[in-house]
């Protein structure tokens, strides 16, 4: 059985069909080709799949192509605006600091991230620590990590000031 | 050392592969989607010692699945590490059999057009099992005669019959031991342990492989070794290595575990040669962790000090659990005594070494590849040895540590090379100020319910296998430099960078050395058809071994390039100099005395392309005869609750000496990471197993194998780095390794920080709460 869905991915509609129990991360990798959603397990143990639903940061490996039907949903990709040749303040940030190494952890590091300066501006260590728990970063031992995004949200409150 | 007279070294640039890999557009293995591309799962065995009485594929084949087992993959033996020249490789592998040596070993594979559909192929194959004895402890495995592990393999290409599971054994003496223990005043020995870590690169080991119309293959797998990959599979498979294109492709994390070429590469490569479509394979998690593992060790050392602290005496005894197969244990003996030897000055010592089939995962090299290992149990055992001759710990290191102008011989005893830096006291001295060293409690007179601890320990690891004479080890890259017509530069290089920064180093050294900016310097893709022989990133070799190399390409390509502007701008070779002009955002070659009299690199470049000159090029291989020793000192604070046995770390030290450091931000990066995974393996990180079943305990799930994450580390204002004021005389422009180096001593700092806290050494890893707890309550002070 196959289900006609919408999927709302970084600004864009996709009118696809899906299986009832299809997961999201194949969906956005293997019918979107959204590369940037990474696998690291499958089972929900490494956030390497994190995309951001309807403002929040959660597993595409845990959820159901069909339960994210409608609602936003922004991968790395869709970070910046397509055309925008700048990089979002927490990407530049990721670079500057030397949070990315094998960079696999990146994408779903820098969703989850996101989601979390999004709601608290100015995170502390233990916010921004409690924020990536789920995702696990084997290479750099979080520490760069942490000063990234605590330096992409300095980025962001200044940018917003302008 | 000095870096002001360095453009670029020593300063932060953007990676260059930075964007790619924040915007999702970092192409990985698992990431390659082909037309036409079936989907591959592997048969694993159930059981940990078993035989196959029988396969029946006829439902997997009536679902349209292309099927592969035993029968149909070459049965020629091998090693899946090709670092060790072949007079030193043991070969028992093949692509499949039917003797399974673990859970987990593969014995078959099915592919087909989806994942689901080869999922339900491979659950519908049938096998009939012949159960064996399985062996999951030295003890079991050595008290074994008959239904051996491995019954017969090869060295190089000599049979080798096994005895009582042994799969090869080691030896090393100097000086004359006995005398030597006389001699000594104090003795200390001891039985250490070290678990067997999981990798836990993030990307599962992966791989896809596409048949060529003229018969050959290209692949992109999860590797550190594009060569020794295309040269392995090119003799199994017996296809032309013109043929067997392997395209450098970034692995989300290796650690160690792509040095050796994964068994997931030569199984999609037999399906995609059996069906004639492209293949693609990515393990599953489960998959994964049942695939490879750190070494894990368990030694006795003894080390016999004079009064004053001088080492006269040492005899470590050695037991390796390979498990299932020998990915190079003959070398990780070798270098479990080198990295002993080369920490301390031992004028007697004496090594015995036996490494021992049983029936779990493969062990192979994890990031320090022994050293972590044994520095444990050596570094513990200065402290003791301190301890009883009432010396300083930091002392008794200054002492008897392999310093400037010794030999040494880390990687072994075949690799000998000579020190000419060394930043050992600096480290030491500058990491015990930043901590507070003098005012470390005392152990004996701490009590309450949180107790404080300090504990210190060094290590080093080789920067890469190169010596005078060569070992067992190969060593060497080829690189590939050229200068474009619009004065930008392209490396071409199959040397690859896990994340640290390496090709970035090697850009660094091109534009220091060319006097071009940074940006003007491009990593070419890479494959083996385009590139020579590059042993592989390991070994700390990125930077000192494998930048060297390229720098030393480079030098001969501006010789072609000066040789061009020597005729534009009339003046002798001798006479130029170049340096970047940031303004023109170019470099400039300029007669020196006479800045007038110049000329920029695309012009010189262009001018000869147009008078038919040819391009400044050059290419070459390029072996370092030395691998210095790259220094770490970790000096760390814990606090530790003598209610819950829970440890806390909080403050971390870290000093390196790696000579010239090139990326300054990219080199801390490797401390954070070495000390995380380090601190992991002291407190928390081990793959135990079911006995009875053979099965992993955690049962493939990362929740249940334990790691740190980051509530467990520091805060960054409390994780401090630092490097040493050293220069490297035989390294590219002053540079040596780090890599490895960042883990090694981890584990012994945090258990001697623990002893700091509790008065009680703790000789086996993992240290866990529980068995703090108990130690604790029993009153030892040493367990
Ligand atoms: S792939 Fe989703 S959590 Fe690991
Ligand atoms: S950078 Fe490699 S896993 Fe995070």
Redesign the interface.
């Known amino acids: 059985m196959r289900i006609p869905i919408v999927l709302k991915v970084n600004g864009k509609e996709h009118s696809i069909e899906v299986k009832p129990n299809e997961i999201l991360l194949n969906v956005l990798r293997?019918k979107l080709?959204?590369?940037?959603?990474?696998?690291?397990?499958?089972?929900g143990?490494?956030g390497?799949c994190t995309v951001i639903l309807n403002g929040r940061a959660i597993l595409s490996c845990q959820t159901l192509a069909v339960s994210a039907a409608g609602r936003e949903i922004t991968?790395?990709?869709g970070?910046v605006p397509e055309g925008n040749k700048e990089?979002h303040p927490l990407?530049e940030a990721?670079?500057?600091?030397?949070?990315?190494?094998?960079?696999?952890?990146?994408?779903g590091m820098?969703l989850s991230a996101k989601a979390l300066v999004d709601k608290n501006p100015d995170p502390s260590?233990?916010a921004?620590?409690?924020a990536?728990?789920g995702n696990?970063?084997?290479?750099?031992?979080?520490?760069?990590?942490?000063?990234a995004i605590k330096t992409g949200a300095e980025k962001i409150r200044e940018r917003s000031k302008r | 050392m000095s870096n002001k007279k360095y453009h670029f070294l020593g300063k932060d640039f953007p990676r260059k592969d930075g964007i790619a890999r924040v915007t999702g557009r970092e192409v990985y293995p698992s990431d390659i989607y082909l037309t036409g591309m079936l989907h591959g799962r592997i048969l694993r065995s159930p059981y940990p010692h078993a035989r196959i009485k029988s396969i029946d594929f006829s439902e997997a084949l009536s679902l349209g699945a292309v099927c592969l087992s035993f029968k149909n993959t070459p049965q020629k033996h091998f090693n899946l590490r090709q670092v060790s020249v072949p007079r030193a490789t043991y070969k028992d592998w093949q692509v499949l059999t039917d003797h399974m040596r673990q859970v987990g070993d593969p014995f078959g594979a099915v592919a087909a057009e989806t994942e689901e559909l080869a999922a339900r192929a491979a659950g519908a194959v049938k096998v009939e099992w012949e159960m064996l004895p399985s062996y999951m402890t030295i003890e079991q495995a050595l008290a074994a005669r008959k239904d051996l592990i491995h019954e017969k393999v090869y060295l190089e290409d000599r049979e080798i019959t096994i005895k009582s599971n042994i799969a090869c054994t080691r030896e090393v003496a100097e000086g004359d031991v006995d005398k030597g223990f006389k001699e000594a005043d104090v003795i200390v020995e001891n039985e250490f342990s070290t678990p067997r870590v999981y990798h836990c690169q993030l990307e599962p080991r992966s791989c896809v492989c596409r048949p060529e119309p003229d018969g050959g293959i290209t692949l992109w797998p999860t590797t550190q070794a594009l060569h020794n990959t295309r040269i392995l599979i090119g003799d199994i498979f017996d296809i032309p290595l013109n043929k067997l294109n392997v395209v450098r492709i970034t692995g989300g994390g290796h650690f160690g575990s792509g040095i050796h070429t994964n068994p997931v590469v030569l199984i999609t490569v037999a399906l995609a040669l059996k069906s004639g479509k492209p293949v693609r394979i990515v393990q599953s998690r489960e998959e994964d962790m049942y695939d490879h593992c750190r070494y894990p060790s368990r030694y006795t050392l003894k080390i016999g000090a004079k009064k004053d602290g001088t080492l006269v005496a040492g005899e470590m005894k050695a037991s390796v659990d390979i498990g299932s197969h020998h990915i190079q244990a003959l070398s990780y003996l070798g270098v479990l005594a080198g990295w002993w030897h080369s920490l301390y000055r031992m004028p007697n010592l004496k090594y015995e070494g036996v490494a021992v089939y049983t029936n779990k995962v493969p062990t192979c090299a994890m990031q320090g590849y022994g050293a972590p290992q044994v520095t444990f149990g050596v570094e513990t055992t200065m402290n003791m040895l301190a301890e009883r001759l009432g010396i300083d710990p930091i002392e008794i290191r200054i002492k008897n540590y392999v310093g400037l102008g010794e030999i040494f011989w880390g990687q072994g005893p075949t690799v000998r090379s000579l020190i000419h830096s060394d930043g050992v006291k600096e480290l030491l001295h500058r990491g015990a100020e930043l901590i507070g060293w003098k005012d470390r409690p005392d152990p004996k007179t701490q009590t309450g319910r949180f107790r404080k601890g300090i504990g210190m320990a060094r290590g080093f690891h080789t920067s890469g296998t190169g010596a005078p004479v060569p070992g067992e080890v190969k060593d060497f890259t080829t690189a590939q430099v050229k200068v474009n017509e619009d004065g930008s530069i392209d490396i071409l290089t199959a040397l690859m960078d896990h994340g640290g920064g390496t090709l970035d180093a090697a850009a660094k050294l091109v534009a220091e050395e060319f006097g071009v900016p940074f940006e003007k310097v491009g990593i070419s893709p890479a494959d083996t058809r385009s590139t020579g022989y590059d042993v592989c990133t390991h070994a700390t070799r990125g930077v000192y071994c494998g930048g060297g190399a390229v720098l030393e390409v480079a030098r001969e390509a501006k010789k072609v390039l000066l040789e061009y502007a020597s005729r534009i701008l009339d003046a002798p070779v001798g006479s130029l100099k170049t340096k970047p002009d940031f303004k023109l955002g170019q470099g400039i070659i300029y007669v020196e005395g006479m800045p007038e009299k110049h000329i920029t690199l695309a012009k010189a470049a262009q001018t000869a392309m147009n008078k038919d000159w040819g391009t400044a090029i050059a290419a070459g291989s390029i072996r370092k005869v030395n691998c210095p020793p790259a220094y770490t000192t970790y000096f760390v604070e814990v606090e530790v609750d003598m209610q819950t046995g829970r440890v806390e770390i909080k403050r971390v030290a870290a000093g390196s000496d790696a000579g010239v450091v090139i990326n300054p931000t990219l080199a801390r990066g490797q401390l954070h990471g070495g000390f995380y995974r380090g601190a992991g393996y002291a407190l928390v990180e081990d793959t135990q197993y079911d006995e009875k079943t053979g099965n992993l305990r955690c049962k493939g799930l990362l929740t249940n194998y334990k790691m740190l994450g980051p509530e467990d580390l520091p805060d960054p204002e409390d994780f401090q780095v630092f490097f040493a004021d050293t220069y490297e005389p035989t390294g590219p422009m002053g540079a040596k390794g780090i890599g490895e180096a960042a883990l090694n001593p981890v584990p012994a700092a945090i258990a001697l920080a623990i002893q700091n806290a509790t008065g009680i050494y703790f000789t086996r890893l993992p240290i866990l709460p529980e068995t703090i707890l108990k130690a604790v309550k029993e009153g030892r002070d040493h367990v």
Not at chain 1, 33 to 43: A, E, F, M, T
Not at chain 1, 94 to 107: D, H, N, R, S
Not at chain 1, 137 to 142: I, P, V
Request: overall charge negative; hydrophobic content about 35%.
């Open positions: 293997d080709h959204l590369i940037g959603v990474k696998y690291g397990c499958g089972i143990e490494c390497a991968t790395i990709e970070l990089l990407q990721f670079i500057e600091e030397g949070a990315v190494q094998c960079g696999f952890c990146t994408p820098i260590n233990s921004i620590k409690e990536i728990r696990l970063c084997r290479c750099t031992g979080y520490i760069n990590i942490i000063k």
